[in-house]
């Protein structure tokens, strides 16, 4: 008897889970009958075993993903019944890559596009080679010697970012603009990378690249690649870093989308962000590409096979995009849905604390739920925990969502939130006498 193929399988994790869920049943009476969801982890990794509680998984299976064999036993009971499989987070596209060479017959991206795509110095090779207009100067920066460094200096110039190929999150990436803080930041780097990719799970061997730095406005744009190279893409997004707003620090500040750029200006951001996906060898997956506007020029800042952050609930936020659906749609193959015009406008702002140390006091936050355009926010860190620059592996302290219909609404929300929010730091001591006492909480807006 012939197995019908209906099994979506999402490789490491499950993101926003019970929404993933919501948006693959909605999709159902168009498919023409029930879909499964199938989770697959690697047993080695840690804190895993609790998204076997996801309401609405169907099947969950761990292995170790060291032993090819282990992978192969796993999927080969569902090899007749898959229909789909994808990877949405960053930190797991090495695993991903390990799990394809056993779905032969499913549409994937191949291993060695997701590769360049994972490591930001392969990836620069390849862009250099495909258009050198859209990349900067790079380098792989193998040691911090007095010979490596002005080797480095001499190729890329000050200012330059220093940053690990293949971390995410804007983690460790720094601007030199001398020797001197060029010295401190790789011996910031090289000390701490190691257990950087460790805590972060990540299978690449620590890498560090320097890249000649690019002064204009930052965008970014994900995008559904077909197996055959064909493009789908979601409205643009303006992002601004921490060092736009006085932070001596990278980190997405805040994404804003749609933009009021120009439709031919979109163009050609499309086209530039087009050129990456092709020069990578992207295919059968999203893809997150980061821009740079300098004057009327884009340059790429890099490629990402995957869904970009925050991105699932801006779209459908503003233009009424089902993000997560149409990432499975280009994988089975089925062209993604996304309406040329939009409802509103989103933004995702994350906030860090000015200085380091550890947290005395969080001023505002309750006051941003009685906003007009408020969505959701999500409090990483409270009084007692210790505030850290992601430039030195820290994470934010809250995550906010906003949404209005009218866009001067939106930015004077934005301009409160800036207002209302103070969040105090002891520079020595930690407050809390080395206890933990930080528990994630998400509060929404009811609609």
Not at 94 to 101: H, L, N, S, Y
Not at 129 to 146: E, G, H, L, Q, R
Not at 191 to 214: C, F
Request: charge should be positive; include cysteine.
């Amino acid at each position: 008897m012939k197995k019908e193929k209906n099994i979506i399988l999402f490789v490491m994790n499950l993101p926003e889970g019970a929404d993933t869920i919501k948006a693959v049943r909605e999709y159902e009476k168009e498919f023409g009958g029930p879909l499964r969801m199938m989770l697959l982890v690697d047993s080695r990794v840690r804190n895993t075993r609790f998204l076997t509680e996801t309401p609405g998984l169907d099947i969950y299976k761990s292995c170790d993903f060291s032993n090819p064999d282990k992978i192969a036993e796993v999927l080969l009971e569902y090899e007749d019944e898959l229909l789909a499989v994808t990877c949405r987070s960053e930190k797991h596209i090495r695993r991903f890559m390990q799990v394809i060479p056993h779905v032969p017959y499913l549409r994937t991206p191949n291993t060695e596009s997701l590769e360049w795509a994972s490591d930001k110095y392969e990836m620069r090779k390849r862009l250099q080679t495909y258009d050198a207009k859209i990349t900067p100067a790079f380098t792989w920066v193998k040691n911090n010697t007095k010979v490596e460094r002005d080797r480095v200096v001499k190729k890329i110039g000050f200012p330059m970012i220093v940053k690990p190929a293949n971390l995410a999150a804007s983690l460790f990436v720094t601007i030199c603009y001398h020797e001197e803080e060029l010295d401190k930041t790789l011996r910031t780097i090289f000390r701490k990378i190691k257990k950087a990719y460790e805590t972060e799970n990540s299978k690449a061997l620590p890498k560090v690249v320097a890249e000649e730095y690019m002064e204009g406005d930052m965008y970014s744009i994900d995008s559904y690649v077909s197996s055959r190279g064909k493009v789908y893409h979601c409205p643009l997004v303006r992002q601004k870093t921490g060092r736009e707003i006085g932070h001596d620090d990278f980190f997405n500040y805040l994404q804003m989308t749609p933009t009021a750029l120009k439709s031919e200006t979109v163009k050609k951001a499309e086209a530039a962000a087009e050129k990456a996906i092709h020069a990578l060898g992207l295919r059968s997956t999203t893809a997150h590409v980061e821009l740079m506007k300098i004057d009327d020029e884009w340059k790429i800042v890099e490629v990402g096979a995957r869904v970009g952050g925050f991105r699932n609930v801006l779209h459908k936020l503003s233009c009424d995009i089902n993000h997560t659906l149409n990432d499975i749609l280009i994988r089975i193959p089925k062209k993604p849905v996304v309406p040329k015009k939009c409802q509103g406008f989103a933004c995702a702002m994350k906030w860090f604390a000015e200085k380091e140390g550890s947290i005395t006091e969080l001023k505002g936050v309750k006051k941003i739920e009685e906003l007009d355009s408020f969505h959701k926010i999500v409090v990483n860190k409270k009084v007692g925990d210790r505030a850290v620059f992601a430039r030195n592996g820290g994470r934010s302290v809250f995550n906010l969502l906003m949404y209005n219909a009218d866009r001067s609404q939106l930015l004077a929300d934005i301009r409160r939130v800036e207002k209302l929010v103070e969040i105090k730091v002891a520079s020595r001591g930690n407050g809390n006498n080395g206890k933990k006492v930080a528990k994630k909480t998400i509060k929404t807006k009811k609609k």
